[in-house]
């Protein structure tokens, strides 16, 4: 079955560090893949996808993502932080040959200090 | 812009008490997802649906049910409400397609006491 982890739990830091979040997957064929975000109260949206070409992706705010399918890894990466970066982020995958659910990683809870 | 509202943000009920979760999207997608979402577990699918009337286990469908009567409108019903399932639930929806992301709704609060 797939599966997808992200290893950092809850990170902290102070704004204008360099961040980057790691997330594997465990599925050997085509996948897509996508970073979500949770922002305090909100409801969750699309930072960035990827489905084929380049694999380092640019998304929204200044977030990037790079597709190593060597490893199957999707780290999402920003050289910058700021506070209000503060929100809950998600790494998930689908594989398009099989079905359309998307499967979820726990969650990786990140506190920007001011 | 796509829309996906859930009925309620915050809900309290019972033990025991049936309790129905309304979820509507206005993009015409065909399919619907229900998420249980809890702390260090991340997103849990419960339910979802490729179709009008078509219905497709999740992960943890134990204690839940759902309705598709119309594409738009999605429901997701706890049979006999227990306090195991005070959660944040939430509702997406996407396109029939693989390569589109979902969807999401603001999320319910449900606390069974």
């Known amino acids: 079955a797939q599966s997808v982890s992200q290893h950092n739990h809850h990170v902290i830091l102070s704004e204008a560090a360099s961040l980057e979040l790691g997330c594997n997957y465990s599925y050997g064929g085509t996948v897509n893949l996508f970073w979500y975000v949770q922002y305090p109260g909100q409801h969750l949206q699309l930072l960035l996808k990827?489905?084929?070409?380049?694999?380092l992706v640019k998304g929204i705010k200044g977030f990037e993502a790079e597709f190593i399918k060597s490893k199957f890894s999707f780290n999402l990466r920003k050289p910058s932080v700021q506070w209000s970066d503060t929100a809950e982020y998600f790494c998930a995958v689908n594989a398009p040959n099989r079905d359309d659910k998307i499967i979820f990683g726990k969650g990786t809870r990140l506190h920007i200090l001011p | 812009d796509v829309k996906v509202t859930q009925s309620s943000r915050y809900l309290v009920k019972r033990t025991g008490e049936k309790v129905f979760l309304e979820c509507v999207q206005d993009m015409d997608h065909e399919n619907m997802f229900w998420y249980r979402q809890d702390p260090g577990l991340g997103l849990r699918l419960i339910y979802f649906?490729?179709?009008?009337?078509?219905?497709e286990k999740g992960d943890i469908p134990e204690g839940y049910s759902v309705s598709r009567e119309k594409k738009e409108r999605f429901s997701l019903i706890l049979e006999s409400a227990s306090t195991n399932q005070t959660s944040m639930y939430l509702c997406?929806?996407?396109?029939?397609?693989?390569?589109?992301?979902?969807?999401f709704g603001d999320g319910t609060r449900l606390s069974i006491l």
């Open positions: 990827y489905f084929s070409g380049d694999p």
């Open positions: 997406a929806s996407s396109p029939d397609s693989y390569d589109q992301p979902q969807h």
């Open positions: 649906s490729y179709d009008v009337k078509m219905k």
